[in-house]
C-alpha cells in the first residue's frame, strides 16, 4: 500500500497535509501556551498587586499605630506630670497646713496654760481675800464684844449686840458665799438657804419658834 502511495505520487501531499496537522497543533498548543503563560503573568501581577497593596497597608497600619501609640504615651506622660505636680501641691499644703495646726495646737496649749495659771492665781487671791474679809469682821466683832463688856448701859449692850450679830451674819455669809468652777456665777439658793437659816439660828436661838425655807435653783453671775 505504501508502494502504491508512492507510486501514485500521493505522498508528498500527505506529507503536506501532515505537516499542516502538526503545525496546525503544534499553533494550538502555542496559543494554550501563550494563554497559560498569560494567565500566569495575570496571576503573578494579581498577587504582586496584593502583595504591595498589603504591605503598604501594613506600614500605613504601622505608622498610624505607631503614632497612635506614640500620642497616647504623650498623654500618659503628660497627665503623669500633672498628677506629680498635683501630688507635689497637696503635699506642700498639707505640709503648710500642717504646721499651722501645729502652731495653733501649741499656742492654743500655751494659752490654755496661761488661762490655768491665771485661774489659779485668782483663786489663790479669791481665798486670800476671803481670809482676809472673814479676820476683818471677826476682829470687828472681838471689838465690838469687848466694848460691850466695857458699857454699863444696856441700851447700849443691846445695840452693840445688834450690830455684832449682823456682821456674824454677815461673816457667815461671806464664808458660805462660795464661785462656781466659772470664777464668775454662785448659787443663789444655797447663799440664801444658809443665811436665813443662820439669821434664824441667831434671831430665835432661844424661841420654840422653827422657820423653814426653800428656793428654786437659781444661778447668778
Excluded: C, Y
Excluded at 172 to 192: M, N, Y
Aim: charged share 30%; glycine share 4%.
Amino acid at each position: 500500500e505504501a508502494l502504491a502511495v508512492v507510486n501514485e505520487d500521493r505522498g508528498e501531499a500527505l506529507m503536506d497535509e501532515i505537516r499542516e496537522i502538526v503545525a496546525s497543533a503544534l499553533e494550538a498548543e502555542h496559543g494554550r501556551l501563550d494563554q497559560r503563560q498569560s494567565e500566569v503573568i495575570a496571576t503573578r501581577t494579581w498577587l504582586s498587586a496584593s502583595i504591595v497593596g498589603a504591605l503598604i497597608a501594613t506600614i500605613l497600619l504601622a505608622i498610624l499605630s505607631a503614632q497612635l501609640t506614640r500620642r497616647q504615651f504623650a498623654s500618659v506622660e503628660n497627665r503623669r506630670h500633672q498628677l506629680s505636680l498635683l501630688n507635689t501641691e497637696l503635699e506642700t499644703r498639707v505640709r503648710d497646713r500642717t504646721h499651722e495646726l501645729e502652731m495653733a495646737r501649741e499656742m492654743a496649749e500655751a494659752e490654755t496654760a496661761r488661762a490655768e495659771h491665771e485661774r489659779g492665781r485668782v483663786e489663790l487671791l479669791l481665798r486670800e481675800v476671803t481670809h482676809r474679809v472673814g479676820n476683818n469682821l471677826a476682829m470687828v466683832s472681838s471689838l465690838l464684844r469687848m466694848q460691850q463688856a466695857k458699857l454699863d448701859d444696856n441700851g447700849a449692850r443691846a445695840a452693840l449686840e445688834t450690830a455684832r450679830g449682823r456682821i456674824q451674819t454677815i461673816s457667815t455669809a461671806q464664808r458660805r458665799l462660795r464661785l462656781g468652777d466659772d470664777l464668775q456665777s454662785t448659787r443663789a439658793d444655797s447663799l440664801l438657804e444658809a443665811v436665813v437659816s443662820d439669821l434664824a439660828d441667831a434671831a430665835l436661838e432661844s424661841s420654840t419658834i422653827a422657820v423653814s425655807s426653800s428656793f428654786e435653783p437659781l444661778v447668778v453671775s
